[in-house]
Every structure is written in C-alpha cells, then in structure tokens.
C-alpha cells in the first residue's frame, strides 16, 4: 500500500523552482532543502520568520553538536541561497555566514586577536 504523500509548501516549492532555473545539481537541491528543514525544525516553525539571531544561534548549536565545518559550510551557502534568492531578504544573511562560524571556532580554542575585531 502506497503512503500518502504531504503536499509541498509553496515556500519549498518555490525554492525547488528557484534551484531548478538555476541548474544545481539533484544533490545539491536534496542537500540545500535538508539545511532549511534543519533549520525550521531548530526553530519550530517555518525558517523563513527567522532573524540575524535565530541563524547565529543555529550556527552555535551546529557548532556544540560537533557538526563538521564542511556541513556547516553548506548549511550556510543553503540558507544563504533560501533567504537570498527563494525569499528576497539579502539583510538577513549579513549575520557573518562563515566568518561567525570561524570567529566562535577561534573564541572557543583561544585563538581570537585583537585584528580580528577591528575588521569590519
């Protein structure tokens, strides 16, 4: 017996349409869709109401579960694509994308300097 299937949100379904014209790869859309489901289910609701913080405080909690840079890196390229291009807000994505990764990487191992600070 088949099971039935949910219907697709017009929010994904626009990113699916979003990637497709764009051309990426099957897995790189199975791959960006995973990031944003992670997302929503870190936040509890639908991603696209999440602010600056919400990505900061999803980025810590990669981070603290021991997700790997390279995962954390496509995280971030796929919620920078969703909020970017499938919502239309490019303000949200200025929260540091891999920058703030590396700064916390940094602070948490001791090796943040001061230069590091003065760059923005």
Known sequence: MAQPTQPISPLRQRMIEDMQMRKLAPKT???YICAVNKLADYLGHSPHTASAEDLRRFQLH???????RITINTTITALRFFFEVTVGDKNI????????YLLVTNLRSGLASRSWFNRA
């Open 29 to 31: 859309q199975a791959s």
């Open 62 to 68: 990669l981070t603290d579960t021991g997700t790997s």
């Open 93 to 100: 994505v200025e929260f540091g994308g891999q920058y703030t």
